[in-house]
T-cell receptor
Framework: NAGVTQTPKFRVLKTGQSMTLLCAQD?????MYWYRQDPGMGLRLIHY???????AKGEVPDGYNVSRLKKQNFLLGLESAAPSQTSVYFC???????????FGSGTRLTVV | GENVEQHPSTLSVQEGDSAVIKCTYS??????FPWYKQELGKRPQLIID?????GEKKDQRIAVTLNKTAKHFSLHITETQPEDSAVYFC??????????????FGTGTQLKVEL
């Protein structure tokens, strides 16, 4: 039981490049989330999903897209990376509305 | 939407002393309040949570209190130890159908326990 697994752990992108971050969970959780963490700003919600095939915008969705084609996977895409997207990205999952989150180990992304 | 404020941003205590971190939330419909601990370079981990029908919850050296009228909740750590040094985040969730169990986080408190 690996919990929530994020890949890659580190990545450096040039401005304008694209990439996809993968989040996989093996706990059969319905809900999945993508947050970004920046110094002094806590964790801010980018997008989330309440089930396979569903996605919704969070607090800071601009510049990102997501997909949840399979229940266990939640992908975060950056189509044209910008330096402002330099951050640590955390994926999380939850079994339902009465429970807290389990976080992945994070992806440190630098856009130069 | 929900707004969560957290204070202080940094807190330094002597080993064995108590530490208190406070959070306020804006939406009275919030009904779930977890606390996460994040060590340097690691993922946030849930350490304790409280629901709106409870005023206080304890787990060994950690306790959380909730004042729904004032819309604030606090984390209390007693007999602090060096391994308590970390960043602590509070969070709040608004309960409504289709809301997706979204958590709004505070900006974090860097706790340092000095020997």
């Amino acid at each position: 039981n690996a919990g929530v697994t994020q890949t890659p752990k580190f990545r450096v992108l040039k401005t304008g490049q694209s990439m996809t971050l993968l989040c996989a969970q093996d706990m059969n959780h319905e809900y999945m989330y993508w947050y970004r963490q920046d110094p002094g700003m806590g964790l801010r919600l980018i997008h989330y999903s309440v089930g396979e095939g569903t996605t919704a915008k969070g607090e800071v969705p601009d510049g990102y897209n997501v997909s949840r084609l399979k229940k266990q996977n939640f992908l975060l895409g950056l189509e044209s990376a910008a330096p402002s997207q330099t951050s640590v990205y955390f994926c999380a999952s939850s079994p339902g509305s009465r429970y807290g989150y389990t976080f992945g180990s994070g992806t440190r992304l630098t856009v130069v | 939407g929900e707004n969560v404020e957290q204070h202080p941003s940094t807190l330094s205590v002597q080993e064995g002393d108590s530490a208190v971190i406070k959070c306020t939330y804006s939406d009275s419909a919030s009904n779930y309040f977890p606390w996460y601990k994040q060590e340097l370079g690691k993922r946030p981990q849930l350490i304790i949570d409280i629901r709106s029908n409870v005023g206080e919850k304890k787990d060994q050296r950690i306790a959380v209190t909730l004042n729904k009228t004032a819309k604030h909740f606090s984390l209390h750590i007693t007999e602090t130890q060096p391994e308590d040094s970390a960043v602590y985040f509070c969070a709040a969730r608004i309960a409504h159908a289709g809301g997706g169990n979204k958590l709004t986080f505070g900006t974090g408190t860097q706790l340092k326990v000095e020997l």
